[in-house]
């Protein structure tokens, strides 16, 4: 995985954290759960690109 991916996904990661995290606290499930499918994305990608590596 290369340096920069791997540093989008981490950020998309904690960026959705801290949307769900907003989302719990105001009560809006809705931020809650783009905030989870933020987190989702971001596994997918570090899967993807843990998959190339491991082509090579």
Do not use: C, W
């Amino acid at each position: 995985m290369s340096t920069e991916d791997k540093a989008k996904a981490t950020g998309k990661n904690i960026a959705g954290k801290a949307q769900e995290a907003a989302g719990k606290v105001t009560g809006d499930p809705e931020t809650e759960a783009k905030g989870k499918a933020k987190q989702t994305e971001a596994e997918v990608e570090h899967t993807v690109e843990d998959a190339k590596d491991a082509l090579k």
